[in-house]
Structures are given as structure tokens and as C-alpha cells.
């Protein structure tokens, strides 16, 4: 298997859970601060083409830098997206997982023991 790898944020609990979880079923993943630096321009349109239907999924619309911006994301086209979400790794829905060519958003444990076990 690819090593996974974990764009996380220290202080949120769900990517804490999401690690902590890994952890215990023992899969190697790289650990990266999603705020420092934010998921590869690849990773971005793989989560954006998994989630064409609903662009807003990729982003953390619970977070206050998401309900900062105040935008319509519907409006929006890819790129301009994709920088909105380069621009500050805190817009971006976390943890963010890559698997393979897979990205998994959100941490739900049932989907990753589907994914992994």
C-alpha cells in the first residue's frame, strides 16, 4: 500500500480522532499542518472531481475562515476555487486523506475502516 498521507490541524479533535485512529491499525501515513501547508494542487482536483456534484463538501464550511469569505462557491469557477482554498489551508475540509488516487474528507470511521480493513 501507498503510504497515506494526513493534512491535518492540531487543534481540530476530528483529525486528532482521524490519527489516532491510523495509529491503531497501524497504517503509515505522512502527517502534514493543512495550515502551513495546504494539500498539492493535484490533491485539490482529485477532492474537487470526487465532489463535482457539491464543490462546497472540500471546503470547512463550519470554520470561521470559511464563514469570513461570505461567497457563493456555486458561482465560482475551478480555479478560482482552487486558489481560494491554496490561499488559506483553514477553508479546506479536514482531515484531509490521500489514498492512492483517492482523497477522503472528514473523518468517519466506518468510511476508513471500509477504505483500509
Known amino acids: 500500500m501507498k503510504k497515506l498521507i494526513l493534512y491535518s490541524y492540531i487543534k481540530c479533535s476530528t483529525c486528532r480522532k482521524a490519527a489516532k485512529w ?4 497501524e497504517l503509515e501515513y505522512q ?3 493543512i495550515v ?8 485539490l482536483n482529485l477532492a ?3 465532489n463535482s456534484k457539491d464543490k462546497k463538501r472540500v471546503f470547512n464550511t463550519r470554520g470561521k475562515a470559511f464563514k469570513s469569505i461570505n461567497l457563493e462557491i456555486d458561482c465560482l469557477t475551478r480555479g478560482e476555487i482552487i486558489r481560494l482554498l491554496l490561499s488559506d489551508g483553514r477553508l479546506i475540509k479536514r482531515p484531509f486523506l490521500v489514498h492512492e488516487e483517492k482523497v477522503i474528507l472528514g473523518f468517519k470511521e466506518i468510511e476508513y475502516a471500509k477504505q483500509f480493513l
Open 48 to 50: 474537487l472531481e470526487q
Open 31 to 33: 502527517l502534514i499542518d
Open 36 to 43: 502551513n501547508e495546504p494539500p498539492l494542487l493535484k490533491y
Open 22 to 25: 491510523l495509529d491503531k491499525e
